[in-house]
């Protein structure tokens, strides 16, 4: 009689988890780890709440690379490296999460409070939930099956939790690649759970550029009722964003790889400006979330921006301080036959009796700063498309056959 492949035994106890799972996700979503530019303390208490569960699987080696940062509590932000070794030490197997969320957005979308799990079924609902701890409940439970059936991975095994993700990750992974970039070789396998389809068969090899602008209108304040003593700040600031969407038709090309598959250019986050009706504004700022495809140097992009902003302030009379919050030029793509690619193909074959392929993604993901540096990065997981939304919620039974993979990925398909 043929025994069983030991992914398959792996993938049966990892079934077993299912409501310890649960309960990792309600300690994770009990913990604001927000940026200090989002309003938190960032993501020290769930760094520490890491440390024990890693605590558990053993490790031969924890690693924690702070970045210093005085506007939060603990004066750093966290980020962790776990590392358990395998038969052949001469690669690793990477999967890399991050500890930080968004902000709630709206209370009253919210039909639950956002910092409190609350489970309907195969349903959890939370900030986070999906947006990354899906990632790094799965992988840790991955880690937890070998190692409580006593299985050896073929390979090392890396779990990486940093901070900073959500804000540019110049504190997270980032820092980690700047001080320990030594730990990372062009032969690992390197997987970020953090972009998918709800049936898993995406495999993201390449993205976007991603360009955020901060455009700060200075106009002249004055009564309401007297706009012509005054310079509309608000009103230039309008004209500008509309103006902005020609960026559609001045960089329309297409690439199917990506989806969607042209360049995206919208207005998004505007802040306050003058608290009462019969004022006209001074001062306006809004922002803008560009999304380029990579045929497109962003300096084409800024250069034409830039030539609209001179003419809308020639046109009201006001001054536009451009700049930019996030700004990334497209990475290399990783091969579509990397073996990252290949081996999260074999185990969704294996394990699901489907075919995962290659794709471009619009939303950034920090997969890009490894593969700036030679790293052939794959992000996949099985996700819904709840990140970042009021109601964010992810399936149980995802994080289940999310870690199956992984745990698949580890035994090399043994």
Known sequence: MLSK???????EKIGQYRSD???MQRSLTAIPALAPENGGEGEFRRAALMKQYLDQLHLDE???VNCPDDRVPAGHRPNLIARILGRD?????WVMSHLDVVPPGERGLWHSEPFELRVDGDTLYGRGVEDN????????FAAKALRDLGLEPQYNIGLVFVSDEETGSRMGLQYVLEKRGDLFRPDDLIIVPDAGDPDGTMIEVAEKSILWLRFHTFGKQCHAST??????AFKAACYLAVRLQELYKVFPKRDELFSPPISTFE??????????VNTIPGEDVFYYDCRVLPCYQLEEVEKWIAGRAREVEKEFGVRIEISSPQRLQAAPATPGDAPVVRAIQQAVRDLRGKEA????????????HFRLRGLPAAVWSTLEGAAHQPNEFCRLGNIVADAQVFAHIFLAGK
């Open 5 to 11: 492949p030991m992914w398959r035994v792996a993938a």
């Open 21 to 23: 799972m649960v309960e």
């Open 62 to 64: 924890l690693l924690e």
């Open 89 to 93: 030490s001469s690669r690793t197997v």
């Open 133 to 140: 701890q899906q990632g790094i409940v799965s992988s840790y």
């Open 227 to 232: 706009p012509e003593e005054g310079r509309n």
């Open 267 to 276: 207005p998004t986050k505007k802040e306050a400006n003058v608290p009462n």
């Open 357 to 368: 392929k290659p794709k471009g993604i619009g939303g950034g993901t920090v997969a890009a």
